[in-house]
């Protein structure tokens, strides 16, 4: 074998993104005009006369520095040409496999990744060509399977190998474990190969019919090649991507390159990563922060769960040294993997331990919506949670008791002085300026909120509590008492018995918006064809009358401003310009003051980079404008509906329970209505505040940006509370902010653009080792098999169900909320939603959600809207479903069957 290791420098070959095609091609043109030097052909020339080359064909093989990179794998974009022969082919072979590095996919590569365009290095290898009888390819460690399958993955053609790295040929696939190198393999039908051509290159015949079931490999050839990249492994320090041939039973190595989605070999080995197992779970939360999230929102919310959790122990009499013992877990209570934000769930767990009022672990569970319990088998691999457990002296155990049972029959009065106590300081915060502070001031305001608003948080949790118990005991005693023998009825008679419930503070926005529809739609033809058609002047007309930008100030209540307006009476009045302009007015005065009391939603609306209603109010006229459209703006029939569901269920249960166990049910029953509504209201003060905080931390990065620190404004998202506390305050390790920012925002860009990690997994030791390689949490995800016995049946859908109803019809398949637009009618079908996405549910007839609770906020507003809805649906629905496909929804069954595809 010869390497001319030729450092072709391009440096005058600068490539344009935007002018690529043609860039491209003038490279690689005058690549292949030029001659090579002289000195350089000399010593082709003399390596191929010698013994080893004399009269044999060879290969002439890319090898790209770029395509070795432990960072950047280019493998089979370069180009390579077997059976070369002479020394003209072979040198013009040389020059092709140059100018392949600068072809179009080659470039666009390098683009994407952030790679140079110009001075690249190639590298061209000249092998003697093994004219083998089996080849193909192995990895040291299984490329899917890294962590979980100990394994090397082997798989093997007849012919040539081209033809597998290219994907023209199906192989045979070995998996050789590493420890007894036990060979487990899965034989395919091979009905052709590639072999020498005679006129150079290579050919495609047909393999004998005798060979075509038989296998390519042998065990021991296998375990010959895992043996020898087992070698190769170790000898480098990293997974290797191995390609090998065997000709006349002689084994031979081709190329080996590390596996560049896999960390080094001592990963795999706990002695530096450690071996703690953590259970990482983003059920329930994926709907307050869905996909990758900004650091500094991230650091906002952690620190606000250690706090509030922390202050709710205390507050129920836990003692003050238990709560330091559980400070580590405390402040644990989340994680941020590849930017997106999970519960670290054992201490979750072992939280609960801390309230001595027996196991309501599997209550956590319904309410958190997880799909996997904690089985035996996985807390024997977590190590006993139980065993953290507190050990409590009797007083101390029915202190704690008392303590927690009075915070819960008190939940009424305290939700009245938790709202008391936030609406003054809410009204406070809005009437505040954060723009005119400077950046003491603001980082003493946000200490001001931890301590005085989130510092006060003890209400929610105990509500939480609240409603994990009494909806955990109504799950249990509809199950036992009113339907036995059928869980998925029995599920679905408790979502009715928590329809209707009035007064949950949630749905009001969409109520507004639906009132404001009915005025447009009622008033006259000429308003509703001004409201429909010109878009573009109504956003004008409300900036107009909103140049300051609204500041949230709390304005009168808006609920119903626009119903009560007077309509015009006559056709002489609904004529009238006057009439027409004054309408105009009061349809701006209605948004406006929508914005005024509800700007601060958005989409992901806990996610403190996202922008708001203010900074875009096309969201609310697009909803309105559906709701013209569609005629779904009837508060009243949709509240109809919604006592008629309840209704029902509720003589279902009058009916099928003797008294005294109606009456225990129905007191059940009522704490645990009370408990939801309680919990949504008090959800949507977090959003409140958290619009607040988002308000603050923008303000922050105009000071930021004012002085020079960052390059934008939007820049602070990108950093800690903790950075910019030390920042203010004179801890700053760093003081160039700035290059953190781009460090983390190409980070950031990565985890947006790779693949995301599963909804519940289990890591062994120190996580940070995983961030880089998402193949490994994706090996590693625990609720894998359980979705594809789910998938099992091609034409239907299980979930949970949320609110009853049978709709058949077409279906809109989004991932976000900009392709709903038009929506009217059909059955929503998403990943996941937030209180954002509520004002798109009138418009649409039923509702489809990849992921939730029966507890989580979709779950919620859609019974009090009464919208046919299933959630956590299993068996990869958004893969399964199109737009345009037609299905049959059976909401109470937690159902959906594909009609016609």
């Not at 505040?432 to 931890?450: A, C, E, N, P, R």
Request: aromatic residues 8%; hydrophobic residues 40%.
């Amino acid at each position: 074998m010869v390497c001319c290791h030729f450092m072709f420098l391009c440096a005058i070959y600068t490539v344009d993104a935007d002018h690529l095609e043609e860039c491209t091609s003038r490279a690689q043109s005058a690549i292949l005009k030029a001659s090579l030097p002289p000195d350089l052909q000399q010593l082709i020339n003399a390596r191929l006369n010698t013994l080893l080359f004399s009269n044999c064909f060879v290969a002439v093989r890319s090898s790209a520095t770029d395509e070795d990179s432990a960072s950047h794998s280019f493998a089979g974009q370069f180009e390579t040409y077997l059976f070369q022969k002479g020394q003209p082919a072979i040198m013009d072979a040389i020059k092709k496999c140059w100018a392949s590095s600068f072809s179009m996919r080659v470039m666009q590569h390098r683009i994407d990744c952030g790679l140079p365009t110009n001075n690249i290095a190639m590298a061209v290898v000249v092998q003697v060509m093994v004219n083998s009888e089996t080849s193909g390819v192995a990895f040291s460690r299984h490329p899917l399977k890294p962590v979980t399958e100990g394994s090397v993955l082997v798989e093997a053609v007849y012919g040539l190998g081209e033809g597998l790295v290219s994907g023209e040929l199906e192989a045979d696939s070995y998996e050789v474990s590493r420890s007894h190198y036990k060979v487990t393999r899965q034989i395919i039908e091979k009905t052709e190969k590639l072999v020498q051509n005679v006129n150079g290159g290579l050919k495609k015949v047909s393999v004998d019919v005798k060979d075509q079931k038989t296998p390519s490999l042998t065990d021991d050839q296998a375990q010959m090649i895992a043996k020898l990249l087992i070698d190769l492994e170790e000898r480098n320090g990293k997974p290797q991507d191995f390609e090998w041939a065997f000709e006349d039973g002689q084994l031979y190595c081709l190329q080996a390159r590390p596996i560049v989605t896999l960390p080094l070999s001592s990963f795999f080995v706990p002695d530096a990563r450690g071996s703690k197992a953590i259970l990482w779970d983003n059920s329930n939360i994926v709907e307050s922060y869905s996909g990758v999230t900004a650091p500094l929102t991230f650091s906002f919310a952690s620190k606000a769960y250690e706090q509030v959790y922390t202050l709710t122990l205390k507050s129920m009499g836990v003692p003050a040294e238990v709560i330091q013992d559980f400070q580590p877990f405390l402040s644990n209570m989340l994680g941020i993997i590849r930017g997106n934000v999970y519960y670290n769930l054992v201490n979750w767990y072992r939280l609960l331990t801390c309230l001595p009022i027996g196991d309501t672990s599997q209550f956590m569970e319904t309410m958190m919506g997880v799909k996997q319990a904690m089985h035996p088998d996985i807390e024997a691999q977590l190590g006993a949670i139980k065993s953290t457990a507190p050990r409590y002296g009797c007083w101390t155990r029915l202190s704690v008791i008392l303590s927690v049972l009075h915070r819960i029959y008190s939940i009424d009065r305290l939700v009245q002085q938790f709202f008391d106590h936030f609406n003054k300081h809410y009204e406070a915060a809005l009437a505040s300026d954060f723009t005119k502070m400077d950046l003491v001031g603001q980082m003493d305001y946000l200490k001001h909120i931890y301590k005085d608003v989130i510092g006060h948080w003890e209400v929610p949790i105990y509500n939480d509590t609240y409603v994990m118990v009494f909806f955990g005991l109504l799950k249990k005693l509809t199950g036992r008492w009113v339907i036995t023998n059928d869980t998925d009825k029995a599920q679905s008679l408790q979502n009715d018995l928590l329809c209707g419930q009035g007064d949950v503070e949630s749905t009001m926005p969409t109520k507004l918006l639906m009132e404001s529809a009915e005025y447009i739609d009622t008033h006259s033809p000429e308003l509703k064809e001004w409201f429909l058609s010109c878009k573009e002047e109504v956003l004008a007309l409300l900036a107009d009358q909103n140049t300051a930008k609204t500041t949230c100030t709390v304005a009168e209540s808006s609920h119903g401003a626009v119903r009560n307006r007077k309509k015009p009476q006559g056709a002489a009045i609904s004529s009238s310009q006057d009439a027409l302009e004054e309408a105009k007015k009061n349809v701006l005065l209605s948004i406006r003051m929508f914005l005024n009391k509800y700007g601060f939603r958005c989409i992901n609306e806990l996610k403190l980079e996202e922008n708001t209603l203010h900074d875009d109010p096309g969201f609310v006229v697009d909803m309105i404008a559906g709701y013209v459209t569609s005629g779904a703006y009837s508060i009243a029939s949709m509240e109809k509906r919604e006592m008629e569901i309840r209704k029902q269920a509720e003589d279902l249960v009058q009916s099928n329970l003797p008294i005294h166990k109606r009456v225990i049910y129905n007191w059940v029953l009522f704490h645990a209505r009370r408990g939801v509504k309680h919990r949504e209201n008090l959800r949507f003060a977090r959003t409140k505040i958290w619009g607040v905080v988002r308000n603050l931390f923008r303000a922050v990065g105009m000071n930021l940006y004012k002085l020079g620190v960052v390059k934008m404004e939007q820049d602070v998202f990108y950093l800690t509370v903790d950075e910019l506390y030390a920042y203010v305050e004179g801890r700053s390790v760093t003081n160039d902010l700035a290059s953190l920012v781009e460090i983390r925002k190409q980070e950031w860009s990565g985890y947006k653009k790779g693949l995301q990690p599963p909804q519940r997994f289990m890591t062994a030791g120190a996580l940070g080792p995983y961030q880089l390689f998402p193949q490994l949490l994706d090996d590693l995800d625990m609720l894998k098999e359980a979705e594809a016995e789910a998938s099992s049946d091609p034409n239907v859908l299980k979930g949970t169900p949320c609110c009853p109803g049978v709709v058949e019809g077409a279906v809109r398949v989004v991932t976000n909320v900009e392709q709903a637009k038009g929506l009217n009618g059909e059955i929503l079908v998403t990943a996941r939603t937030d209180p954002g996405w509520v004002p798109l549910y009138p418009l649409c007839s039923g509702l489809i959600i990849e992921r939730g609770s029966l507890l989580s906020h979709s779950a919620v507003v859609a019974r009090e809207l009464g919208l046919p809805t299933v959630v956590g649906v299993s068996g990869g629905l958004l893969k399964r479903l199109k737009t345009g496909m037609k299905v049959h929804l059976d909401a109470g069954k937690g159902k959906v069957t594909i009609v016609q595809s």
